[in-house]
């Protein structure tokens, strides 16, 4: 059965400090992974997807993932972190060939000054 | 309209009500979703719909129904509402040509409660 797991709810970080997301998925085949951020009281935004290839990929806002087949594994992560990135990220996972995804509960992130 | 509108933004209801949620896209996408968003569950899949004039179930989809008339529209009603069903409410869509590649796009949302 396919499921993705975000184990942290909540993570709180200082401003201008680096920031790491986790995210683990159960797929019986290749994954399509994918990280949205969802500023409060806003629809989701895309960050960043992965289909194949290189296993760093870049996204919007300064964000990367890094895909770790061998871990189950796509974590989200920022050098250093904006005020404006506190909000709610969630990985998701694409499940079938109509595109349909499973997501994890979210991690809630508070930038402190 | 650009992108995906959702209508209205926010609803109290009483339970027992019919309510109607609306949702459009302008960017000619075949696939469409409803998801329901509740604290530490993430998003749910109620029903989606790959092309005008098919729909299906998600994860959780009773006590909702949809329909997919045209392309642009796919609107979600709850028949009899429960307060169970308080939530927000997001409305998605993706090309669905391209399959798992697919990004999905949000709307605004609507936050709806059932009292």
């Known amino acids: 059965a396919q499921s993705v797991t975000q184990p942290d709810i909540h993570i709180t970080v200082s401003e201008g400090a680096s920031l790491e997301l986790r995210c683990n998925y159960s797929?019986?085949?290749?994954?399509?992974l994918f990280w949205y951020v969802q500023s409060p009281g806003q629809g989701l935004q895309l960050l960043l997807k992965y289909f194949s290839g290189d296993t760093l990929v870049q996204g919007i806002k300064g964000f990367e993932a890094e895909f770790k087949r061998s871990q189950s594994s796509f974590n989200l992560r920022k050098p250093s972190v904006h005020w404006s990135d506190a909000a709610e990220y969630f990985c998701?996972?694409?499940?079938?060939?109509?595109?349909?995804?499973?997501f994890g509960a979210g991690t809630q992130v508070v930038v402190t000054p | 309209i650009a992108g995906i509108t959702q209508a209205p933004t926010s609803q109290i209801l009483a339970a027992g009500r019919r309510m109607t949620l609306r949702c459009t896209q302008d960017?000619?996408?075949?696939?469409m979703y409803w998801y329901r968003q509740d604290l530490g569950l993430g998003l749910r899949l109620i029903h989606y719909s790959n092309t005008a004039g098919t729909t299906g179930k998600g994860e959780v989809p009773d006590g909702y129904s949809v329909s997919r008339a045209n392309t642009d529209d796919f609107p979600l009603t709850l028949a009899s509402a429960v307060p169970s069903q308080t939530s927000v409410y997001f409305c998605?869509?993706?090309?669905?040509?391209?399959?798992?590649?697919?990004?999905?796009?949000f709307g605004p949302g609507t936050r709806l409660t059932v009292l």
């Open positions: 797929y019986g085949a290749t994954p399509y």
């Open positions: 998605a869509s993706s090309e669905s040509e391209r399959g798992r590649y697919n990004e999905q796009f």
């Open positions: 960017m000619r996408h075949n696939a």
């Open positions: 998701a996972l694409s499940t079938d060939s109509w595109g349909k995804f499973q």
